[in-house]
């Protein structure tokens, strides 16, 4: 008999500490976060990719390499295997010959939060959690929210007032548990402590518990899968709290050692940021382990106004590991980027989306990606979810029975 | 060689006229829209369920039963294979002890007008289209505008002011040509007829082009396959323009003509519309054939604003040939039923298809849907599209360093 799941413990990658994985964990003594070690063995010898190419249209495809044993614990809206598309007008106008997005949009609550929200509530369920709290920039906590309501845990959020609005409103028609804060996500985090810490309620904060990430990494098994179990030669992915980034290598590293991929090959990972919040960016430039809290930071592309991300130095490691870069985009910059990607290839993309195109015609302005480069932009939402970024100008408005000419 | 599609020809559903598909075609001289028809001896001929299986997880999938002859035409951002998934808790609620949601809120601008359009701007980019014109209640013009930017088309969109905000800096940020009018979408409907006589321009009103069905009428395809290539017993579709139920109608007989299903079984098709706005609902209850244009209507569901649909006679053909009803919901039960699928399932579905659920525990109560029967409600966009639905109350907002105590 198989199992649905080859989990086998939780490491620390800072001190090397281990820990079950059957009861709740959250950070490692240490500080550092905990990261799922599977059996990589048992499933080499269990499943093969042609298999489970021939699979559901989930990310729960990889149950082998997620965390949940009982597929009665799985809470799912049907998230994953998102669009992988190519982009010839736009690459042509970069000067990129393949350029392709993988669109995290396209997924329930419409954004890549999904991912962490459904492999993270259904760990949860399975560990018999009934109540979680988490600070969030908005879409997490709408996701998270709206699977706990699923597994019928109460989950209470608490999100900056400068959040997106709809981000709330999610929350709320989920029956979430909803605050606002006079304050940046680092603010909402300290509440989220004080609970934590006094009520004894489960952390879901971004790298607290250890399974949001499995359900982030699921983005570089598909991005392998859908290019045909191969690895592109870049990715570059919108770096807050940069959990993508750090499940994306993680996922290279569990493929290669399975086998599926070639051993040694990594994909050059771009970590993205804007010059309004770029922590990993600076501290890439001094070749810095980890990163600086970045002072007075703003942004439009509120995913990743993170001023210091617990997981900074995992994000830096996958950057230097894999011969990648950091790189901070203009607010104009990833607004009309923005404006590009919907106007060429039909997309609407969020802003944080938006800086991954900006940042890929940069570098290839720059030399740093080559023209035959396989080159992959991660879009981690809707640009629905941001009307503020669009602004209308010029448009007339008809009464009933007026006529109307165009330019042919 | 295989062929990419297998279109035959074009015929009208009331007169039986016939037209070439190789060039363009709006309606049939007769006033009535025209529906495309295929050599189903050589689809049968040439490709089997077990094939199309296999292939990759967009509408794209059944391009035999499309009408874009040459695969280059075909303008996609990864559309369809939306998740079908059973709500065991509101299923349990309800007393349906099978019911499901086909959600088409994931799918690329985040409604189901997405398979029209993908479909629908494919053709129009075939025949040579350049320029095109429509009027909208918002999610069609949105989808249509940013396939048309990616296939070089240009697309003037006139949308009612009240249509939901969103859609038009859809449409604004595609570079499409957006007019607004003070007014319901049969004004905006003038105006674009207007345009198309007096300058020529490709009309892509609902059903005056034959290719959106094509498009909608995968949404049958998918269910049936998604439910192991058998009918379910019960599908609840929001009706406004309709042309998902002639779609799905439609995709059952070729279907049943492919022999991939049972001939003669079908599921029983409902019209489910909002009783502002209940047309289709009144011509039902008097068994006639055609609906009568509704006077002031109004609703919250605005893709279902539709005071007389064109294809009216072609939604009540498929009703009646199914043994299926129509049913008008109240707003306020709609909003509920919102909210009970967003808090006991996890999905944030628009009012639209909330007025489904609502209609299918309205069903089970009045013993017209069965405790065991299968029953699919479709929803057709994304609650994220309509954040007016949502309306926070008794939120607190915090201040930097306040503490928070909940319930445990």
Not at 22 to 47: F, H, I, M, W
Not at 66 to 78: A, D, K, R
Not at 108 to 134: H, Y
Request: hydrophobic fraction near 40%.
């Amino acid at each position: 008999m198989k199992d649905f799941s080859y989990i086998s413990h939780l490491e620390c990658p800072k001190c090397g500490e281990t820990y079950e994985e059957t009861k709740v964990q959250q950070l490692c003594k240490c500080g550092s976060p905990l990261l799922v070690r599977y059996d990589l063995e048992k499933v080499k010898a269990n499943v093969t990719k042609e298999e489970i190419s021939k699979r559901t249209n989930t990310l729960w495809r990889y149950h082998e390499l997620l965390p949940v044993h009982s597929e009665e614990n799985v809470v799912t809206l049907g998230e994953g295997m998102t669009p992988f598309e190519k982009f010839p007008t736009l690459g042509a106008e970069y000067g990129i010959n393949n350029l392709y997005i993988k669109d995290e949009g396209i997924i329930p609550t419409g954004s890549f939060k999904t991912r962490g929200a459904s492999v993270g509530i259904s760990k949860a369920k399975e560990l018999g959690v009934k109540q979680l709290a988490m600070p969030t920039n908005g879409n997490a906590g709408a996701a998270w929210a709206l699977y706990a309501s699923k597994a019928n845990i109460k989950a209470t959020i608490v999100m900056p007032l400068d959040a997106p609005q709809i981000t709330r409103k999610e929350v709320f028609v989920a029956g979430g548990d909803l605050h606002l804060i006079n304050g940046l996500i680092s603010d909402a985090g300290k509440v989220v402590a004080g609970l934590v810490q006094n009520q004894g309620v489960y952390d879901a904060s971004t790298l607290k518990e250890p399974y949001r990430i499995e359900g982030k990494k699921t983005m570089g098994y598909e991005i392998v899968e859908q290019f045909g179990w191969k690895v592109p030669d870049v990715i570059l992915y919108p770096t807050g709290g940069g959990v993508g980034i750090i499940g994306i290598y993680k996922a290279i590293l569990e493929m290669q050692e399975l086998g599926w991929i070639e051993k040694g090959k990594f994909p050059r990972l771009v970590a993205v940021q804007a010059e309004g919040c770029a922590p990993i960016v600076d501290a890439w430039k001094k070749g810095e382990k980890e990163s600086k809290f970045f002072e007075n930071s703003t942004t439009c592309a509120f995913g990743i106004n993170v001023p210091k991300a617990l997981g900074d130095f995992l994000v830096l490691e996958g950057v230097y590991a894999t011969d990648g870069c950091a790189i901070a985009i203009s607010e104009e910059d990833l607004l009309a980027a923005q404006k590009q990607v919907a106007s060429l290839e039909g997309n609407f993309i969020c802003p944080e989306g938006a800086a991954t195109f900006a940042a890929a015609r940069i570098l290839r302005e720059q030399g740093w990606i080559k023209e035959d480069e396989h080159v992959v932009c991660l879009n981690t939402g809707l640009g629905l979810k941001y009307p503020e970024t669009v602004e209308i100008e010029g448009v007339q408005t008809l009464q009933p029975g007026q006529e109307l000419f165009v330019n042919n």
